[in-house]
């Protein structure tokens, strides 16, 4: 089965990069994907999925939740201030922390709600105008304007531009966790995650190599 053979992966890609056992969390990115093929790796046993929109989250995972114990969501696409509150009522962590606004909305939530989902903030490690994301210029001082506000920042995600090298990506958000004392990084996904297990990823996001090809429609 596909999900066997990507934890199989993971496994061995951890066994290379020294690393110990299960250090390496599988975000299996539901996106997009219908019901029938999220169910069939529910019943495979996984329970961690990423999601890109909260709209599609909500309409996807209360029912899941209600059958299946122990999900663990992640919401790994962009999030608009206005879904704050929903994203936080749904997910367990939330990887695309980018910007002041957003910070700031979710530390007032957070003291309203009582609890925050785990934060990884995104770093723009190509400096792409069209990606979210902070630069790795602004990322020292975003991170410490989030423990500022007593964000549960975890750790950082990035997603490589798609023509470069993407271990360069990983090593340079690699560096920015070591230097703020970040352990958490999001980072690798189909095609490239033994990279990233190499240079620490401790999650990975991978959708096409799980679920198959994504059906259109289902947007």
């Known amino acids: ?71 663990d969501l992640h919401l790994i696409g962009p999030l608009q201030t206005n879904k704050a509150r929903q994203a936080m009522e749904l ?44 630069l790795p210029a602004d990322a020292d001082a975003f991170i410490a304007d989030c423990r500022e506000l007593d964000l549960p920042v975890r750790g950082l995600m990035c997603i490589p531009p798609v023509e470069e090298e993407p271990s360069l990506h990983f090593a340079l958000l690699a560096k920015i966790a070591q230097r703020n004392g970040l352990e958490g990084l999001s980072m690798g996904m189909s095609g490239d995650f033994e990279s990233a297990i190499a240079l620490g990823a401790t999650h990975v996001r991978v959708g096409s190599a799980i679920f198959g090809e994504r059906i259109k429609s289902a947007e």
């Not at 066994?15 to 219908?34: C, D, E, H, N």
């Not at 903030?121 to 979210?132: L, P």
Request: glycine fraction near 6%; aromatic fraction near 4%; charged fraction near 30%.
């Open 91 to 134: 997910c367990n962590a939330i990887h695309s922390l980018d910007r002041p606004k957003l910070a700031k909305t979710l530390a007032r939530l957070a003291q309203e709600m009582g609890s925050c989902p785990d934060l990884f903030i995104q770093v723009n490690t190509g400096e792409e105008e069209q990606k979210a994301g902070v």
């Open 1 to 71: 089965m596909p999900l066997q053979e990507i934890t199989a992966r993971i496994a061995k890609a951890e066994t290379a990069a020294g690393r110990p056992a299960g250090s390496v969390k599988l975000i299996a990115v539901s996106k997009v994907q219908p019901n029938e093929r999220v169910e069939a790796v529910l019943d495979q046993g996984h329970r961690c999925f990423g999601e890109n929109r909260v709209q599609e989250a909500a309409g996807k995972w209360p029912e899941f939740k209600e059958r299946y114990s122990d999900i």
